[in-house]
């Protein structure tokens, strides 16, 4: 088994929903740990890794027999498996969370980008502002457990093809590029 470390640099805002407002302010707030502190969780890596992987086998037609020992299938309530691969969440590394915790730096990380729907005359629609909280630019790290080894491989290579993560994707948030780090697939 291997796992793959790998490194998530974001060139955008972005938002990675919470499910939560925050009132009359914000209408969609990011997802935070305790600590406030952005992260995307595995559950939502797990599911671009397994859309970029279905992506890579289908452009290269490469076989696709330990697709399913690795991320899972779900059939009915009665055939299913979750997969063996163990995604973590992705967060900022542990020097960035100290010094912004220490420093109480949370509420600089974050922003809040408003819009609004536009009629055909040029009109903004009545009660359709929306705000949404992003967060800056940044750099999260995670890893991929219990990964089949030659499964790895793929993996590593399909990361490349993920371009643009969370909410609002196709307006510009959330551009960024996966790479594996050093000493990741052991």
């Not at 536009?118 to 991929?144: F, K, Q, W, Y």
């Amino acid at each position: 088994m291997s796992t793959i470390k790998y490194q998530v640099e974001f060139f955008s805002q972005w938002h990675c929903g919470s499910g939560l407002s925050a009132g009359a302010d914000v209408d969609a707030l990011v997802i935070k740990d305790k600590n406030g502190l952005p992260f995307i969780p595995g559950k939502t890596i797990k599911g671009l890794v397994r859309e970029a992987v279905e992506n890579y086998l289908q452009f290269t037609g490469k076989s696709d027999e330990l697709f399913e020992e690795t991320f899972g299938f779900f059939q009915d309530s009665e055939n299913f498996s979750q997969g063996q691969a163990f995604f973590s969440n992705a967060t900022l590394s542990k020097e960035e969370q100290d010094a912004i915790v220490q420093e109480k730096l949370q509420d600089y990380i974050y922003n809040k980008v408003t819009s609004t729907a536009i009629d055909e005359n040029g009109i903004a629609e009545d009660h359709s502002l929306r705000a949404m909280e992003t967060v800056v630019p940044c750099t999260l790290h995670g890893t991929i457990e219990d990964v089949p080894e030659d499964m790895a491989e793929i993996i590593t290579k399909s990361l490349g093809l993920i371009k643009r993560l969370g909410q609002k994707r196709n307006r510009g948030l959330g551009r960024c590029e996966f790479r594996t780090e050093k000493g990741g697939n052991q």
